[in-house]
């Protein structure tokens, strides 16, 4: 039986780098992506958003020889944390 850590279908990868989000109006603010896996990211930010939420984001990858990584997602949580809010997103597509 597996413990709680080990529920997740895909595994998390720590990241800390600066991402691009946009939101539906259009309006674009960087953030900072803490973790990754196959379906979701948890973002830094500073502003909320709300559960619901459809973003975009772009992530560039650390080495130039591969292309960024370009998401839709939806906002599933957000919760205040320091001076700005701690957002569990789900990835609904990749568009690049």
Do not use: W
């Amino acid at each position: 039986m597996k413990d709680y850590s080990e529920k997740r279908d895909f595994h998390r990868m720590q990241v800390n780098s600066r991402i691009e989000i946009t939101d539906a109006n259009g309006k674009t603010l960087i953030g900072v992506c803490r973790d990754l896996s196959a379906a979701g990211m948890q973002l830094f930010v500073d502003t909320p958003f709300t559960v619901g939420d459809e973003l975009k984001t772009r992530l560039e990858a650390a080495d130039e020889q591969f292309p960024p990584l370009e998401t839709v997602c939806e906002v599933v949580r957000c919760q205040p944390e320091g001076d700005g809010y701690l957002l569990g997103i789900n990835i609904t597509e990749v568009t690049q």
